[in-house]
């Protein structure tokens, strides 16, 4: 029987297998990043770091796997938006470098939207799996920021640093098959088996040579640990310098405002994720 331990937006599940599974489950918002959120993934993390069992499985609820910065909390703060982004950024962080240090294999499953720093969050497993219906986007020059999450850390090291550059600078679209072509993902399965391909992927994780693969994971990581830290602390600087600028905040406000004009097939506007970066 699968243990769920926390509630919120952001919750453990402990599974007899020897699985822990970090499940964003905030699926009306498309897992979108706001503080609470935020600051809710970098506590859910340090705790499956204090007892991540045999292997970690981060997965979402709902349609997206995580839109990325939710704008809606960004727009319309002023001269606060920066410290707020900041703090966003430096929250979710923590998370990543988090998961990143993980002595145990990790796992990520990803379906649907992967967008700004849901990116980052899909790209920190060792093994990501991704569905057919995964669209992963960076989304930030759209807006008038940069990277965070890790996003253009973990990017030049998996697909080079000419196909990084592309996806950061000119916002391109990968698909779920796409992701798997250019070594995003390690690989792409049809939406209906994601769940439990990436569940069964840990659970034989878990049930591994327990020494042997904690040896191998810290050979795989060995030395990154430190140069992903100051990464992430630059991210973070330059995505909140810029989200103090006219030209991000304008950005942002024309953004929101171009979905919110969007309309669904019966004349209602689209749903609330839509308000992110995907």
């Known amino acids: 029987m699968s243990l769920p331990v926390s509630t919120g937006p952001v919750r453990i599940v402990r599974h007899p297998d020897g699985v822990v599974e970090l499940l964003l489950d905030d699926p009306g918002r498309g897992n979108a990043l706001d503080l609470r959120t935020a600051e809710a993934l970098r506590d859910r993390a340090g705790e499956v770091a204090a007892d991540p069992g045999g292997a970690v499985l981060v997965r979402t609820t709902g349609g997206s796997f995580c839109v990325g910065g939710d704008l809606r909390a960004f727009v319309g703060l002023g001269t606060e938006t920066g410290a707020y982004v900041h703090a966003v950024a430096t929250a979710a962080h923590v998370a990543v470098q988090t998961l990143y240090a993980l002595p145990v294999p990790l796992v990520t499953a990803v379906r649907g939207a992967a967008a700004g720093g849901g990116i980052g969050l899909a790209l920190v497993g060792d093994i990501a799996l991704a569905a057919r219906s995964a669209r992963f986007r960076l989304a930030y020059t759209a807006i008038g920021l940069t990277p965070d999450c890790g996003a253009s850390w973990f990017l030049p090291r998996l697909v080079g640093p000419r196909r990084a550059a592309e996806l950061i600078l000119t916002d391109r679209i990968l698909t779920g098959e796409d992701a798997e072509r250019w070594g995003l993902v390690t690989r792409c399965v049809d939406d209906g088996e994601l769940d439990e391909a ?51 905040q304008d950005r942002m406000a024309s953004f929101l405002a171009s979905r919110g004009r969007r309309k669904t097939g019966d004349g209602r506007t689209k749903a609330r994720e839509a308000e992110s970066v995907s």
């Open 198 to 248: 990436a569940h069964r992927t840990a659970a034989g994780l878990a049930a591994g040579a327990t020494g042997a693969l904690r040896a191998a994971k810290g050979l795989l990581r060995a030395g990154d640990g430190d140069g992903l830290r100051h990464h992430l602390a630059e991210e973070a600087r330059s995505i909140a310098d810029l989200a103090d600028g006219p030209e991000a």
